[in-house]
Structure formats: structure tokens, C-alpha cells
């Protein structure tokens, strides 16, 4: 099977990392000729989940030799972030008739509005409840263990994704059949996690430890719930914790990108769900203040 990967950074170098380790025939698609020297210099370095440290050998190329190429690729997996999508968006268009499936891995709600243009056979998303540090752009640290949890939007007979998906056991991607629901319990999650983390530079973990965090988030999820109309609140608030548990000693991939001066996805995360909210008529003081709360650090590093 012919695997792609667009998007070498935390996500996209761990996953390239235990499809290798599968003997998949993997492709990283990366955006600068820096990193795919480094890449083919130094290999895909990792440190795993159990410490231990492996260097493996990933074919790469850019992302604009991807596009020049005609090649056929089995599964694409897109793991830049929500705000480059639309970009990388426009170009893969021209590229659909040689990719038979595609799976979306991006935090927040933004992409859905995408999901109906593409043509090929099979499109899935899913949603990552691993956490990975990109420590420079050959190695990734598999900071917390959990699951990828993914649901096919659209299938045809053959299911491609569900064979590629299956090998990959030490990155557990657990098949849904309700993908949209996934989507929005993994909001949540992202909305408890990621901008207070951000906001008060603390790992994942601290905001169970820290009993004014823990209130702090639960009036985010309060909102975030009430938005949703998700019911199974006791439930779903397990698995807010449950995650920030396995990833206690993970920084939240907003943190990260405040802490290196990089746009955050506050708009696909919170932005997502004020404006549902708005559309719905509820209010939602708390995800107001921390959607400015991250802009204000954004504007303060020089982000605009
Ligand atoms: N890290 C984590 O623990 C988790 C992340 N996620 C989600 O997964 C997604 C990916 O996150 P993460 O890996 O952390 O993000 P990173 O910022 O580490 O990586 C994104 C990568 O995409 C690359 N990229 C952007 N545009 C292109 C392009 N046109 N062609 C090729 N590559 C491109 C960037 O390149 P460049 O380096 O040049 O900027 C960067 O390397 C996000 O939506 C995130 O929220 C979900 C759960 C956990
Ligand atoms: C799972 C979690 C919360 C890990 O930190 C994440 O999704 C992120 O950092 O974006």
C-alpha cells in the first residue's frame, strides 16, 4: 500500500514513524527543503512512548514535488494544521484523481465545511488523543499514549483505509461509527485542554492538579456541552480527564505553538463553537474570554 503523509511535524512524524515500523511504504510530505534535508540527513528520529530512543529511514519530498507528481497513493493523511488546510486545500484538488482515500486529522470543527468536495473513494476523520512534541524537524517525542479514533465520512467497496489503519497496532486507531460525534467530543476535549494550558504555560496534567484550573475548565465544558447538546455529560467529562490523564506530561500542541511564537488554532477549536453557540442563541462567557485571552498572547508574540 502507497501511504502519504502531508504535514512532517509532531503528528505526521509520529505517525510516519509506527507505519514504517509496520513495513508500510510510506511518503512525508513536508513544505521546506530545510526540514527534507534534515530528514534525509539525520532519519525520522523518535523517542517512544517507553523511552526508548529509533532512528528510521522516511522517503520525502515537498510539498510541491508532490504536486508535480502523478503517482497513486492508496491513503493520504493530512496532518497540518486546521489553519494551513485551506491552502493545502486549493492545491490537492488537482491531485484527487490519483488518491483513492483520504483521512483528515485536525483538532477542531473548521474542516467539516470541506469534507463534501472530495471525490475520491473513501474520506475519514479522526481524531488524535496521542500527544507528540516536535523537537526540531527530524524528531518527535511520543509524549502520551492513547488512541486514534476515526470514522469513514464516505466509503466505497473496498475499505482501503480500514486494511492500512488495522497494522498500525501501537498507535491504536479504534474505527467509529459516528464520526461526527467523535469530532465533537475531541472538541471538547481540545477546548477544556488547549488554551488554558496555553494561557497559564502549564503541561496537561497540571489542570487536574491545580484545583482553580480544574474549575476553570469545567465552566468551559459547561459551555462547550451546552452548545454540542451532548447529554452524556458524567461521560464525557470522563473522557476530557481520562485523556488529560494520559497526556499529563504532554505540552498541548496550543501551548507549543504560543511558546514558539506560532499562529494557534484557537479559531478551529473555540472560534468553532462560539459561532455555533451565537447561531443557537447561547452564551458563552468563558469560551469568549479565553478565545481573546489566546489572541492577546498571539498579538503580544508578534502573531497578527
Ligand atoms: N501535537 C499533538 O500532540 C496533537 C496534535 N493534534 C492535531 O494534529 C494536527 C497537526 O498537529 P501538529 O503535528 O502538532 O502540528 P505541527 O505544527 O507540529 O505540524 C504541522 C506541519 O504541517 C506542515 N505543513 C503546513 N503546510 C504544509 C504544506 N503545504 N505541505 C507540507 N507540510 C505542511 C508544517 O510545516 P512547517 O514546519 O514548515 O510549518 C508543520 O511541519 C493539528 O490539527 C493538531 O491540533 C491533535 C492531537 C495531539
Ligand atoms: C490530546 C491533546 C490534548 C494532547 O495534548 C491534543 O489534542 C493537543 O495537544 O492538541
Known amino acids: 500500500m502507497n501511504v502519504t503523509i502531508i504535514g512532517s511535524g509532531a503528528i505526521g512524524m509520529l505517525l510516519s514513524y509506527y507505519f514504517v515500523e509496520k513495513g508500510q511504504t510510506i511518503t512525508l510530505v513536508v513544505r521546506r527543503d530545510e526540514q527534507l534535508k534534515q530528514l534525509q540527513n539525520e532519519g525520522l528520529q523518535i523517542t517512544r512512548y517507553d523511552q526508548t530512543h529509533h532512528n528510521v529511514k522516511v522517503k520525502t519530498m515537498t510539498f510541491d514535488h508532490f504536486m508535480s507528481s502523478n503517482a497513486l497513493i492508496d491513503l493520504a493523511v493530512i496532518a497540518v494544521k486546521a489553519y494551513d488546510w485551506p491552502t493545502v486545500d486549493k492545491s490537492l484538488q488537482k491531485r484527487m484523481s490519483t488518491i483513492k482515500s483520504i483521512l483528515f486529522l485536525q483538532n477542531g470543527m473548521e474542516h467539516i465545511s470541506y469534507l463534501s468536495q472530495y471525490t475520491c473513494s473513501e474520506v475519514a476523520v479522526g481524531v488524535v488523543e496521542h500527544g507528540a512534541k516536535r523537537l526540531n524537524d527530524f524528531t518527535v517525542v511520543h509524549t502520551g499514549a492513547s488512541a486514534i ?13 480500514r486494511t492500512i489503519l488495522e497494522e498500525i497496532a501501537s498507535l491504536h486507531f479504534e474505527e467509529v461509527s459516528n464520526w461526527y460525534e467523535a469530532l465533537m467530543r475531541k472538541t471538547v476535549v481540545n477546548v477544556c485542554i488547549n488554551p488554558l494550558t496555553a494561557l497559564f504555560q502549564v503541561e496537561n496534567g497540571e489542570l487536574l492538579a491545580n484545583e482553580h484550573l480544574t474549575t476553570i475548565m469545567k465552566h468551559l465544558f459547561d459551555e462547550v456541552v451546552e452548545v454540542f447538546e451532548l447529554i452524556d455529560h458524567f461521560k464525557v467529562w470522563s473522557y476530557v480527564t481520562n485523556i488529560c490523564e494520559r497526556t499529563k506530561y504532554n505540552q498541548s500542541s496550543m501551548y507549543v505553538d504560543l511558546q514558539q511564537g506560532r499562529k494557534s488554532e484557537i479559531e478551529a477549536i473555540v472560534g468553532s463553537v462560539q ?14 474570554m479565553m478565545f481573546d485571552a489566546i489572541k492577546a498572547m498571539e498579538w503580544q508574540k508578534g502573531v497578527r
Not at 479514533?149 to 483505509?161: A, D, L, S
Not at 459561532?275 to 469568549?288: D, S, V
Open 275 to 288: 459561532r455555533m453557540g451565537k447561531e443557537k442563541g447561547i452564551n458563552t462567557p468563558y469560551l469568549n
Open 149 to 161: 479514533k476515526w470514522g469513514y465520512v464516505k466509503y466505497g467497496e473496498q475499505k482501503i483505509m
